[in-house]
């Protein structure tokens, strides 16, 4: 990366960073007309997602300047007064970075979970089976969508609750990635 940005006066090198977190916040993302240097469009696009993805993962990861730069040097290439920029917008754009993650993982859907039960049954019988002895786990979730509250009640037994927790795991698994 900083080997594409290299190829920007060093003047102009604030500048970008401070349009990519535009971008990164829901303003006017930079354009490559507006800058000097002879990149292609490929290069472009590579140069502007390597520092969204570097600016969201040090605020996400809450990454100190040491690590900060580590990810630049991994880039390969550049000088450390390029990185000085970086970090300098980093610094100085750290809480807004922060706010836009925040709104933009709060957004994946309207509904919220306000509050849970949970209830263990022992199912000793069915109208088909006279001797089941299967244990049943009932969940009831109260749903905010908008500003109306939904009740969701389900019954499962051990191998559904087997694979909800899985799902469970596998989604927090992606929402700690995304933070």
């Known amino acids: 990366m900083l080997a594409l940005l290299s190829r920007l006066p060093l003047t102009e090198c604030p500048n970008l960073c401070h349009r990519v977190v535009d971008g990164l916040c829901g303003r006017e993302p930079p354009r490559q007309a507006e800058y000097s240097a002879p990149w292609s469009p490929e290069e472009w696009l590579q140069l502007t997602d390597a520092l969204s993805a570097l600016f969201s993962l040090a605020v996400g990861n809450s990454s100190c300047d040491e690590e900060v730069l580590e990810g630049l040097a991994g880039g390969g290439g550049g000088g450390s007064s390029y990185s000085e920029a970086v970090l300098s917008v980093l610094r100085s754009r750290r809480e807004e970075i922060q706010r836009a993650l925040l709104d933009r993982t709060s957004t994946v859907s309207s509904s919220t979970l306000q509050d849970f039960d949970w ?7 069915s109208d088909k089976i006279s001797s089941l002895q299967t244990p049943l786990l009932s969940l009831s ?23 909800l927790v899985s799902s469970l795991e596998a ?6 990635q995304l933070k």
């Open 141 to 163: 979730f109260d749903v905010r969508e908008d500003a109306a509250m939904r009740p969701v009640t389900m019954e499962m037994n051990r191998d559904e609750l087997n694979t």
């Open 119 to 125: 209830e263990l049954k022992l199912a000793l019988s």
């Open 171 to 176: 989604a927090n698994k992606v929402l700690l």
